[in-house]
């Protein structure tokens, strides 16, 4: 059977219209899903994509492993573009909780969300998306004392969204040494012109104060990547109009909590206390860097040979 030819069901007033066909029902909504396993693509999820990839592109799409450091306003875009985009062996990793701040940028972030921890919820919404792929969610801090746990040699992509800076050049400098291709994204606050987003080779990057300064801390180390990768940047950097009256001061309102689910060490971690100034973000600028890594994953993977 073709994908074309697979029924799907939309429910329409408690009624089930497939496409020629029609049943009344109080209950059920028509999936038509199991006809195809869901790994395959031919299954119909993936119908668009294998129209204009074709079928030998998407099975090297399917078999690649991906693994993403940090999913807030960048990396949980990623994900989702990932995902949607046929990639069925995803780590995501990230040590944080929603907090109500995040609303406003990142994917997995709702009111409803907010003090669960973000791994496990990006993954609930991935696996709507594709219930059979792999999705291993990790709450950790990335950090040289565990890099070596992540086994970073066993993955085809590895994207860079964190944004402390120290975890941030030990992630480049360690994944610059494996086997996988690494992207970046530099700082992605500050901006709201998205016409300003480009990509560029690390050492290219221009008028980014973050990129900027990884390159004096790496020139002061004499320590360098292993070999070139590229980055997700804009040049644009506002001034905050606003003042920060919650986060990094004692009115933080980050979740606090003695219990709460995932690993028990970071119950009540936050970064804002830790940075020395919170800047201002928003939806589009961090969604579009987060699609255009997702972008430079698929567009790598299609000129594959």
Known sequence: MRVSSVFIAAKVQKKVFLFGFYHSTKNTIFAGLNIYPIM????????????????????????????????????????????????????????????????????????KTVGRVKVDVLKERLLEINPKAEINAVQEIYSAENAESFQLETYDYIIDAIDSLKDKIHLILHASECPGKLFSAMGAALKMDPTKIQVAEFWKVYGCPLASLIRRRLRKAKTYPKKKFLCVFSPEVLPNKGTATTCGTSACVCPKATIAAGNPNLVNHEWCSSKAQINGTSAHITAIFGFMLAGLVMNDINSLE
């Not at 399917?62 to 985009?85: D, N």
């Not at 990230?94 to 994917?107: A, F, W, Y």
């Open 40 to 111: 395959s693509v031919q299954n119909p999820i993936f119908n668009r994509l294998n129209l204009l990839l074709g079928e030998e592109t998407m099975e090297r799409v399917m078999s690649k492993r991906v693994i993403i450091f940090g999913v807030g306003g960048v990396g949980s875009w990623c994900a989702e573009s990932l995902v949607r985009s046929g990639i069925s062996h995803l780590t995501i990793v990230d040590s944080d909780c929603v907090c109500i701040t995040n609303v406003n940028r990142q994917l997995q972030a709702t009111t």
